[in-house]
Each structure stands twice: as C-alpha cells, then as structure tokens.
C-alpha cells in the first residue's frame, strides 16, 4: 500500500499545469508564455495549487486521491481528460503510472517515452530521472511482434484492437502473455493466430493472405469506447460493439512517484 512518504512525494512534484481554457497566465496581451529550454536554469513551473482552478482543479485532486486508492481506471479517465484539456506534458507521466500499476507496460512505455521527450523541460532534474528509469522498466518488461503481409493494406488487429495497416512502420509493443493477432483484406481470406510471448522477446510473423482469397470478411472489434460506429479499413468493415467493456488488470503495488 501508499505510505506517507510516498503520499509526501506525490504531492511534492505534483504536476505544474498548463491553465485549462478559459484560464490565461498574467503575461501582456500577445506576449507569448516563455517555457523553459533543457539545461536552461529558470523557475519551475508553477504547481497545480497555483494554476488550476474550479472544477479543473478539483478533478486533479479527485484524481490523486484515486491513484493513491488505487483506482487506477478513475484515475486514468481524469488524467486523460486533464492532459486533454491542458496539453501539458507531465501528465503523460500520471497516466503511464497508471498503466503500469494496471501491469499495461506497452501503453506505459508510451506514455513515459512521449513525457521524456514532449516535456523534458518540465521536470526538475530529479523527476525526469524517475521518469526515464519508470520508462526503461517498461520497455524491459515488454515484448514485439514484427507483422509483415504479403499484400499492402491490409488490416492489422491485435486482440481486437485495429493498430494500423500492412506495411506497418515499425514492431508492435505488446504485454507479455499470449495475443490474438488477426489481419484480413477484403477479397482474402483471414489470417488469425494466438501468439504467445515473453518480456523482451521480438516475435516475428509472416502473414500469407495471397494464397487464401476469398470474400470480404466482418473484424469484430471490442473495447470501443464510441458505441455503435462502422467503418471500414482496407476494404475490411470494423465495427465498434457498443455492448464491449474493459476490464483492467486488478494489481495492486506500492506507488513510488506522482507528478
């Protein structure tokens, strides 16, 4: 569980935000706000206390409180529309602590590799150190697969999630554990596997859909979050179950760091 100290630290680098809309910093009219550059010496930042207000202000709090409850799903919602709202860089970093205590390390790797390098600035010294070691950790604790397709536009779809289309620009961070990978193009036929993999493993898979054409197929695709929408991808109609739902991972480990 969240010690004291833990809770003093959270609240010791509490993240300094940008003003939600509606809310502007005592600069002159047309002066732009100037951000510190890295190695810059500069004031940091003023805290949330001191930039946010009214209802901004209070989903923030709401959110820590949560995150420190571990009510990781709470927190992560709040966060994400905070970051929304603010576009500051530091909250990537609340919302990859939020993956990672939901053992999501391929989303929290994300997050934590946009915080380093969107927000650099934004930390002290010793923060941004906890954020790229948070990032190592979860780049070390992920997995790849490597999806190459024989036919162009294709679509791509792990564990019902549409990640793009062949040829993909890069390898896909996936958990450990097992993943169903389905691609399929309309006039071909569908290629689906369970793939099982081990942290730091790169997995490669070579997607034959020239020799099994057949006729455009349905991709059921879960975890929406806007019910009831179709689209189509590669000729492949995706359609968002509006009946679907997330169910995150229920660990629970001692929170070190917040900002």
């Given at each position: 569980?969240?010690?004291?100290?833990?809770?003093?630290?959270?609240?010791?680098?509490?993240?300094?935000?940008?003003?939600?809309a509606?809310?502007?910093?005592?600069?002159?009219?047309?002066d732009?706000?100037?951000?510190?550059?890295?190695?810059?010496?500069?004031?940091?930042?003023?805290?949330?206390?001191?930039?946010?207000?009214?209802?901004?202000?209070?989903?923030?709090?709401?959110?820590?409180?949560?995150?420190?409850?571990?009510?990781?799903?709470?927190?992560?919602?709040?966060?994400?529309?905070?970051?929304?709202e603010?576009?500051?860089?530091?909250?990537?970093?609340?919302?990859?602590?939020?993956?990672?205590?939901?053992?999501?390390?391929?989303?929290?790797?994300?997050?934590?590799?946009?915080?380093?390098?969107?927000?650099a600035?934004?930390?002290?010294?010793?923060q941004l150190?906890?954020?790229?070691?948070?990032?190592?950790?979860?780049?070390?604790?992920?997995?790849h697969?490597?999806?190459?397709?024989?036919?162009?536009?294709?679509?791509?779809?792990?564990?019902?999630?549409?990640?793009?289309?062949?040829?993909?620009a890069?390898?896909?961070?996936?958990?450990?554990?097992?993943?169903?990978?389905?691609?399929?193009?309309?006039?071909?036929?569908?290629?689906?596997?369970?793939?099982?993999?081990?942290?730091?493993?790169?997995?490669?898979?070579?997607?034959?859909?020239?020799?099994?054409?057949?006729?455009?197929?349905?991709?059921?695709?879960?975890?929406?979050?806007?019910?009831?929408?179709?689209?189509?991808?590669?000729?492949?109609?995706?359609f968002?179950?509006?009946?679907?739902?997330?169910?995150?991972?229920?660990a629970?480990?001692?929170?070190?760091?917040?900002?």
């Amino acid at each position: 569980m969240i010690t004291r100290r833990a809770l003093a630290l959270a609240l010791s680098v509490a993240v300094a935000l940008a003003p939600p809309a509606g809310v502007a910093y005592a600069a002159p009219a047309g002066d732009a706000v100037p951000s510190a550059s890295p190695g810059e010496s500069s004031t940091p930042p003023a805290s949330l206390a001191d930039t946010l207000t009214g209802e901004t202000l209070r989903d923030y709090q709401t959110a820590r409180t949560l995150l420190l409850h571990h009510d990781h799903v709470g927190a992560l919602i709040r966060f994400t529309r905070l970051y929304g709202e603010t576009h500051d860089p530091r909250l990537l970093a609340n919302m990859g602590l939020c993956e990672k205590e939901m053992q999501r390390m391929a989303r929290a790797a994300d997050l934590f590799e946009r915080a380093v390098s969107e927000g650099a600035s934004f930390f002290a010294p010793d923060q941004l150190a906890q954020v790229e070691q948070l990032r190592d950790a979860a780049l070390a604790a992920v997995a790849h697969l490597r999806v190459s397709v024989d036919v162009p536009g294709a679509a791509i779809v792990v564990d019902d999630r549409l990640v793009g289309t062949s040829p993909l620009a890069g390898d896909l961070r996936v958990d450990r554990g097992t993943h169903r990978v389905r691609v399929a193009k309309a006039g071909y036929g569908e290629w689906t596997r369970d793939i099982a993999v081990v942290e730091g493993e790169t997995r490669h898979l070579q997607v034959d859909l020239e020799g099994d054409r057949g006729t455009p197929i349905w991709l059921w695709v879960t975890g929406a979050t806007i019910a009831g929408v179709a689209l189509v991808v590669a000729g492949v109609s995706v359609f968002h179950s509006s009946s679907s739902h997330e169910t995150p991972g229920s660990a629970q480990s001692p929170l070190r760091v917040s900002w």
